[in-house]
């Protein structure tokens, strides 16, 4: 009997299982193709979401494997529109990662992509991002500021969520 063997679905998760190498080693999780991040530990979520150097290079290794740039210790080698490109994708990331935190909190009922898996968004970016850029996390009715949140405009609504992300940072590490 004849085993036919999908290379294309196998090339996919070995770049995955390379995108993931360091992640593995430092976080001591499992992390695949269909990781959200609903998945990922507290503690995961809390190093990535501080947004600091070590915490950057996890997700600039992840992007930078994932999309054939080599790995996150060669991001000063890139070019000029490159880097761009990996920092557009980690500012998205990063505020994906604090949406979570948001939620893990009880401060939002949702927020877009947390459906998505970090794979896909990072090589769908380009037809993924722009749509959950335009849309804004929902706040939680149980929010002391829902009150206020619900009369501002949908402009002001994504400000006074984004001005939450420090509290949210503390809030988190304090779990």
């Not at 193709?33 to 290794?61: M, V």
């Not at 930078?64 to 761009?84: C, V």
């Not at 009922?109 to 990072?122: F, H, Q």
């Not at 804004?136 to 400000?159: K, Q, V």
């Amino acid at each position: 009997m004849t085993v036919v063997i999908d290379l294309s679905a196998k090339r996919q998760d070995l770049l995955v299982k390379r995108a993931y190498r360091n992640w593995g080693a430092r976080f001591g999780e499992d992390f695949g193709a269909e990781t959200c991040l609903s998945g990922l530990s507290l503690q995961t979520l809390t190093f990535l979401a501080q947004g600091r150097e070590k915490g950057t290079f996890y997700i600039y290794d992840l992007i930078m494997t994932l999309r054939g740039m080599g790995s996150g210790f060669e991001f000063a080698d890139l070019s000029a529109k490159n880097k761009m490109d990996v920092i557009d994708q980690y500012l998205f990331i990063l505020d994906r990662i604090r949406f979570e935190c948001m939620k893990r909190l009880g401060w939002i009922e949702s927020y877009p992509g947390e459906d998505y898996a970090l794979v896909e968004i990072v090589l769908q970016f380009d037809q993924v991002a722009p749509g959950l850029q335009a849309e804004i996390p929902r706040l939680s009715s149980g929010h002391p500021g829902y009150d206020e949140y619900r009369r501002l405009s949908t402009f002001d609504r994504e400000a006074f969520v984004r001005k939450l992300i420090p509290k949210a940072l503390k809030a988190i590490q304090d779990l």
